[in-house]
């Protein structure tokens, strides 16, 4: 069992920049591919961004592409996601993901375990 807190939410303006964390439990996060999805009000979750176990190889969604870093850190069990040149479109709550394969796609079925979620809300 794999458990998923997120951080690092909150308000800036468009332009700016924020960090989120993904903290994951668990000595088998090193093994995991991870993800980041976000999902904004009355729209679907949609995939923003993923990270393979090893952290060699990435994927982006073409929304973010150039804005957004995804990256891990295995010995601390995290997952960051760096976001520039925010967009009030961005505006969403934010989702890490894990799956318990070394590589993984796009779709959120895909991923196995889920954070909670932190919003992220980009003002115009």
């Known amino acids: 069992q794999v458990q998923l807190v997120e951080s690092g939410g909150g308000l800036v303006q468009a332009g700016g920049s924020l960090r989120l964390s993904c903290a994951a439990s668990g000595r088998t996060f090193s093994s995991y591919a991870m993800g980041w999805f976000r999902q904004a009000p009355g729209k679907e979750r949609e995939f923003v961004a993923a990270?393979?176990?090893?952290?060699?190889?990435?994927y982006y969604a073409d929304s973010v592409k150039g804005r957004f870093t995804i990256s891990r850190d295995n010995a601390k069990n995290t997952m960051y996601l760096q976001m520039n040149n925010l967009k009030p479109e961005d505006t969403a709550v934010y989702y890490c993901?894990?799956?318990?394969?070394?590589?993984?796609?796009?779709?959120?079925?895909?991923?196995?375990?889920w954070g909670q979620g932190t919003q992220v809300t980009v003002s115009s």
């Open positions: 990270i393979n176990w090893s952290g060699s190889s990435t």
């Open positions: 993901a894990a799956a318990k394969r070394r590589y993984s796609g796009t779709r959120a079925s895909e991923y196995d375990y």
